[in-house]
Structures are given as structure tokens and as C-alpha cells.
């Protein structure tokens, strides 16, 4: 049996941009992360 590792990165964020760490601030995605996040959510579940 063969297994499936997959490496996931978060959704697109606004302040991703301004190449500076972030920390482990919780920040919310922005509309193209949230649709990232849904298209992952669509792969996953095959």
C-alpha cells in the first residue's frame, strides 16, 4: 500500500505581500485565499 503525503501552505492573505515576517498572527484570507482554500477542500475530499 502507498500513502500520499501532501505539504499545504496557507490561502493567499493580504499582508503577504510585504514579504516581512508575519509571526503566528492569525490573519484572515483574503477572497483569493478563501477560494484557494475551497479548491484544496474539493481535491481533498476525492
Same mark, same amino acid.
Given at each position: 500500500m502507498? !500513502?500520499? +503525503? @501532501? =505539504?499545504? !501552505?496557507?490561502?493567499?492573505? $493580504?499582508?503577504?505581500n #510585504? *514579504? !516581512? @515576517? +508575519?509571526?503566528?498572527?492569525? +490573519?484572515? &484570507? $483574503? #477572497? #483569493?485565499?478563501? &477560494?484557494?482554500? =475551497? *479548491? =484544496? *477542500?474539493?481535491? =481533498? *475530499?476525492?
Amino acid at each position: 500500500m502507498s !500513502r500520499k +503525503i @501532501y =505539504l499545504i !501552505r496557507h490561502g493567499k492573505i $493580504n499582508v503577504g505581500n #510585504e *514579504k !516581512r @515576517y +508575519i509571526g503566528i498572527t492569525d +490573519i484572515p &484570507l $483574503n #477572497e #483569493e485565499g478563501t &477560494l484557494q482554500v =475551497l *479548491k =484544496l *477542500k474539493s481535491f =481533498l *475530499k476525492k
